[in-house]
């Protein structure tokens, strides 16, 4: 049976700050002081933009808002490599793996949008890795590896068959493009139709991601500079496009999941605030090769400093070793981080209600409130893991000492067995087919 | 050389309460210390409570205190205070600006990672543990013990931890399980031994003590008199509240807010009424019913919501607050234990929170694993950069260097570079080899690297030791104790 879970999205009180005013004045300034004359222009353009954005999915609970003070989760990608289910070394892509990552994307009430996409059959062109997104998730799909403006064309009439009209594809545009300076060409094409981009273009043609910088002051200016010369870039093609900010450290040229990368995130999102941009960030990106304490470590870090700085999207989710291997017990862990960390962004509610002061008076000094009705209107607001293991010492043993990846592997395979994806329909799938079989390019 | 302690200094701040909600629930804590009271099973407390203005219930040993009272009371608390370490370079300075990580405590099985089994703890434990503690600059103070002795007479057992833990360490002790006036005598005297005599102690208290509350809105009476002694000899104290909401709390955090503030802010009252700017401070584990079981959670988002918030409402005050930080529910230092310590530490040092309890336990603060006490220190580093902020200056932003170097080039052979790859975080830990290299060097995980450098320190590391003469008067003392206590 088709199922179609909302997605699982929290509002985001939370304000994280890692610059104060000053200091997100000051690196604004030097961004446009490196754009040189360029930077005026490229401040205005900024305001030009949209502040809120529709990431349309297939139907209208697969939809996904940016900049409506909410978080979303998004799928790392693209990985060349996955690691097989049942565990072993990783291994290539193939369609199956890619299928298989959209259809857990789509089961998981936690994942707004497939990013990447989440791997790279060998093999295959991007145009048929995008038809095969197309027809196993109904969920926004935001592309990271288009570069070729022909591609870019007969991908925007595949989303035009998806969407059903030039003019549903401006109001729930079903795929959108995140990347760095080589994309500008095909992001101009997408922003032509009204397809959201974001996109990072190094300061005077310079592309972005050395790995060797030593200052986050310097990584921050010269990727601000990147952001606002792209945004003025697409904007001059079409005033008032959907252009959202990509927060991505890889692309600053800091190292996967390191401290410097979540101080890093934070300050893009003040940034984009401050120029009124969404944010698409890069926010789980773990460099461990398994599963592990490490990847947890390091997509906690990452995934709180977006969602509490006020990220619209944290995509990342689902990968290992820096990007390069997915693995489906890691997109269910990182959905669990996800949720824990909406929950925290959601922050404290208080108000008379909340206070709760009746019910303090009504239960007994050291007593408890277990059988309050205040307790039972509102026990459901208590936050529920899916992975975590809260039995006593002795029951875990008994369990054969079950962890969250144990967890999470039992709910990958019921996913996968049991979630249907919302049907493309016969027209659509032949439109996208045709336009597979007319060409693209083999990606290396 | 390494620091003794290394405490952080955030510039980051994470406020999870707005000025207006943090005064509505500071007026919601006035109205029920007031209304409802709080319960001091203690006469000596009452009294006190008594002849400071408050209305009390000797039957019910239940004390409204006037919010008047109050307010007067805590702004008698000192604001700033040192910890002392035994060596003064881990003097803890208690100031609104600093965050101190301990270990975490009371636990009750040792988990043996070579075996994977675990056992109760004994006495030699506790003091392992304190050598282990020593040998960790992360680690500012010692708490608890980390585990209890549960091979001596039970009415003693807080004076043999502490001979344990006084012995093996020469970081500030903050005693967790000394409950009655007369063994926080014997507690006081130990420490004086140590110290050089009662005046010197006061001068540089190398103990605190940290009691629990009885949620909602009371305390234990043995726990009151024991902080009431350390309270008479200047050294600092407070009572931790951990309320469940939707159990001992209300199932909303606001609700639960109030009685956590209730229960830390009651405590407070009656130490300063008694012993007017005795150094003090709020402390708090507050967290939210496991509704599967009904049972304690070991780690939730509402946890760190409740934790952050509340170290907010303490600063309100200007009292400084002891979280509970860490002391995750996993079993194993795993994806789990990963979660709960690194969101629960983050929240806690991002709110200020002045000291962390803390490092080192598993399953809800039962079982001690030394590699998972390491592997915290890992992630303790990871916040501190974190909260360290992001420096903008004309030398960081680098603009120069960036027009410099240019499209293309690289930052490498920079000056700028040299002078400031030092200050890049690097792990300990953490693994950041290529995939072949990582596979080439046998999988060598976080655990891995950190059980190589805990069986390290159990083997190689000797703390400064306590002067002859101390081990032999706190020997003494331990004896006069069980003879008096524990009829031994």
């Excluded at chain 1, 030009?48 to 989760?73: K, M, S, Y």
């Excluded at chain 1, 139709?193 to 002051?217: I, M, S, T």
């Excluded at chain 2, 089994?117 to 608890?144: H, Q």
């Excluded at chain 2, 014997?186 to 540089?204: F, H, P, S, T």
């Amino acid at each position: 049976m088709t199922e179609l879970c909302p997605i699982t999205t929290s509002p985001t009180k939370l304000a994280l700050k890692i610059l104060g005013d000053d200091d997100l004045r000051r690196v604004h300034a030097a961004a446009l002081a490196l754009l040189g004359a360029e930077g005026a222009a490229a401040e205005k353009a900024a305001r030009l933009a949209p502040d809120t954005i529709v990431l349309g999915g297939r139907v209208f609970e697969h939809h996904t808002v940016l900049g409506a003070a909410h978080c979303w989760l998004g799928t790392g990608g693209p990985a060349a490599l996955v690691r097989p289910r049942e565990g072993g070394d990783p291994r290539p892509a193939t369609v199956a793996d890619l299928d298989e990552a959209c259809r857990l994307a789509d089961a998981l009430p936690e994942v707004a949008v497939v990013y990447g996409p989440p791997v790279r059959a060998a093999g295959e062109t991007l145009l048929a890795d995008l038809a095969r997104c197309f027809a196993t998730t109904s969920k926004h799909v935001q592309l990271t590896t288009l570069r070729s403006v022909d591609e870019a064309r007969a991908m925007l009439r595949m989303a035009i068959a998806v969407a059903g009209s030039e003019v549903e594809l401006r109001g729930r545009p079903p795929v959108s493009l995140s990347a760095g300076a080589d994309a500008l060409g095909a992001a101009s094409v997408f922003a032509r139709a009204g397809l959201p981009v974001g996109v990072v273009a190094a300061p005077n043609g310079r592309a972005a991601g050395d790995d060797d910088q030593a200052d986050l002051g310097a990584a921050l200016v010269r990727h601000h500079a990147g952001v606002l010369a792209a945004c003025a870039a697409i904007q001059a093609t079409v005033p008032g496009a959907p252009f959202f900010y990509v927060a991505d450290p890889a692309l600053a040229g800091l190292a996967a999941g390191s401290p410097a990368a979540a101080m890093f995130l934070i300050a893009a999102v003040q940034l984009a605030a401050h120029i009124g941009l969404p944010v698409s960030a890069v926010g789980m990106t773990t460099s461990s090769h398994e599963p592990d304490w490490q990847a947890c470590t390091q997509n906690a870090f990452a995934a709180l400093s977006t969602m509490a700085a006020g990220a619209d999207l944290t995509a990342g989710a689902g990968t290992l070793g820096g990007g390069n291997v997915f693995s489906a017990q890691q997109l269910v862990m990182d959905s669990e981080i996800f949720s824990w960390n909406a929950r925290l962004a959601a922050g404290v509610t208080v108000d008379e209600e909340t206070i709760a002061l009746d019910a303090i008076r009504q239960v007994d000094i050291c007593g408890n409130f277990l059988g309050q009705r205040h307790t039972r209107r509102h026990m459901k607001d208590v936050w529920r893991p899916r992975l975590l293991d809260r039995s006593m010492w002795d029951a875990w043993v008994a369990s054969g000492r079950e962890g969250a990846y144990e967890k999470a592997s039992e709910l990958v395979d019921k996913h996968l067995a049991e979630h249907q994806v919302l049907p493309l329909g016969d027209e659509v799938t032949e439109t996208l087919a045709r336009i597979v079989a007319e060409g693209g390019t083999v990606l290396p | 050389m390494t620091a003794r302690i290394n405490p952080i200094a955030p510039r980051l701040k994470w406020d999870v309460l707005s000025p207006g909600e943090l005064e509505r629930i500071h007026e919601a804590t006035l109205e029920i210390i007031e209304e409802v009271g709080v319960r001091f099973p203690s006469d000596k407390a009452l009294t006190v409570l008594e002849q400071n203005g408050c209305e009390v219930d000797r039957a019910t040993q239940v004390a409204r205190l006037p919010s008047k009272v109050v307010m007067e009371a805590v702004a008698r608390a000192p604001r700033e205070y040192v910890l002392a370490g035994r060596d003064p370079a881990a003097d803890m300075h208690i100031d609104g600006r600093h965050c101190y990580l301990s270990n975490d405590g009371s636990g009750v099985f040792v988990f043996d990672h070579k075996t994977g089994e675990k056992r109760p703890s004994t006495k030699n434990d506790a003091a392992t543990s304190a050598r282990f503690v020593d040998a960790l600059p992360n680690i500012s103070y010692y708490w608890g013990p980390v585990v209890t002795s549960q091979d001596v007479p039970p009415a003693t057992k807080a004076l043999h931890d502490a001979e344990a833990v006084f012995t093996n360490t020469s970081k500030h002790f903050q005693t967790v399980t000394t409950v009655g006036e007369k063994p926080a005598r014997y507690l006081v005297e130990m420490a004086a031994a140590i110290a050089g005599g009662g005046d010197k102690l006061r001068e540089r208290p190398i103990l605190s003590f940290m009691q629990c509350a009885v949620d909602p809105l009371g305390h234990d009476g043995p726990n009151l008199e024991a902080n009431l002694v350390a309270a008479e000899h200047g050294l600092a104290c407070g009572f931790m509240p951990m309320p469940l909401a939707a159990g001992t709390g209300p199932a909303t955090l606001a609700g639960t807010l109030v009685v956590q503030n209730a229960g830390a802010l009651s405590g407070v009252v009656l130490l300063q009424l008694a012993f007017p700017g005795a150094p003090c401070f709020c402390a708090g584990a507050p967290s939210v019913i496991d509704l599967k079981t009904g049972g304690y959670t070991g780690g939730s988002p509402e946890d760190y919501l409740l934790a952050a918030a509340s170290t907010q409402l303490a600063h309100f005050y200007g009292l400084p607050m002891a979280m509970g930080t860490m002391a995750t529910g996993a079993k194993e230092p795993d994806w789990q234990a990963a979660i709960d310590d690194s969101l629960s530490t983050f929240a806690s040092v991002m709110s200020s929170a002045d000291m962390m309890n803390g490092a080192g336990l598993l399953n809800g603060s039962k079982i001690l694993s030394y590699p998972h006490m390491v592997m915290e220190t890992e992630i303790y580093s990871i916040v501190q950069k974190v909260a360290g902020g992001i420096e903008v200056s004309d030398e960081t932003l680098a603009l120069d260097v960036i027009k410099k170097v240019g499209p293309n080039g690289t930052y490498l052979a920079e000056k700028h570079t040299r002078a400031h790859m030092t200050e890049i975080w690097r792990p300990t830990v953490w693994d950041r080899t290529s995939y072949d290299t990582w596979l080439r060097e046998g999988k060598k995980g976080a655990l891995h690297k950190a059980t190589e450098i805990a069986d390290d320190i159990l083997e190689n590391y000797r703390p400064e030791p306590l002067p002859e003469d101390a081990v032999w008067e706190l020997r003494a003392i331990v004896d006069r104790a069980d003879k008096e206590l524990a009829g031994a």
